[in-house]
């Protein structure tokens, strides 16, 4: 696989292989495009979560002064950008100075597949108290070829808007993604 520059991002979006909405120039970077934080959190409630059934959950709107993301905690946000491309896969990740912060934008599921589109979920994972913002530019996009014929997503999560709490439970009970 070989990683788009960031003006070819910029060309690919153009064309219309890959979205991006809104775009910002000024967000583009040399090998990737920052993502903002959306209005919008939830967490579970459950102490203990569970594969096999829906979790509960309770959704919260960022103040104006901010929210702070406890530690022992997954919080799910969602990016202001709608995003996708049926022609290459994008990856997310933390930007370097919300790392250096000690935040974990995408715990572990940093892949959004081929075909996929929508607003992505992050997964907000604090080492110490950390306050963010709506509209903080906490993650960044990349975008990969591919080789091979693709297969499209067309799951549970496409289209998403907002952030979208675990559906790993209708995989396990043999519900069709």
């Known amino acids: 696989m070989s990683i788009l520059t960031g003006p070819e991002i910029q060309n690919q979006l153009v064309h219309r292989r890959l979205t991006l909405d809104p775009f910002d120039e000024q967000h583009l970077n040399p090998n990737s ?5 959306g209005p919008t959190l939830l967490y579970y409630t459950d102490e203990v979560l569970d594969t096999r059934r829906a979790n509960s959950f309770t ?3 960022i103040p104006p ?3 702070v993301l406890q530690p022992n905690r997954i919080y799910l946000g ?7 491309s049926d ?3 994008p990856i997310i990740r933390s930007r ?15 892949l959004i597949d081929q075909g996929s589109l929508g607003q992505t979920t992050f997964q907000f994972h604090a080492v ?5 913002y709506a509209g903080d530019r906490l993650a960044q996009i990349t975008f990969w070829r591919t080789f091979g ?27 069709a993604a």
Request: charge should be neutral; charged fraction near 15%; hydrophobic fraction near 40%.
């Open 65 to 67: 002064d901010g929210y």
């Open 96 to 110: 370097s100075g919300a790392a250096r912060l000690g935040a974990f934008v995408h715990v572990t599921a940093d």
């Open 128 to 132: 110490q108290p950390l306050r963010i």
């Open 59 to 61: 959704t919260v709107e």
């Open 149 to 175: 014929r693709p297969l499209l997503y067309s799951g549970k999560y496409q289209g998403s808007q907002g952030p979208q709490p675990s559906l790993i439970h209708r995989d396990q009970l043999g519900v």
């Open 87 to 89: 022609f290459y896969v």
């Open 78 to 84: 969602a990016s202001v950008e709608v995003v996708g």
């Open 33 to 37: 495009y920052n993502l903002a934080v």
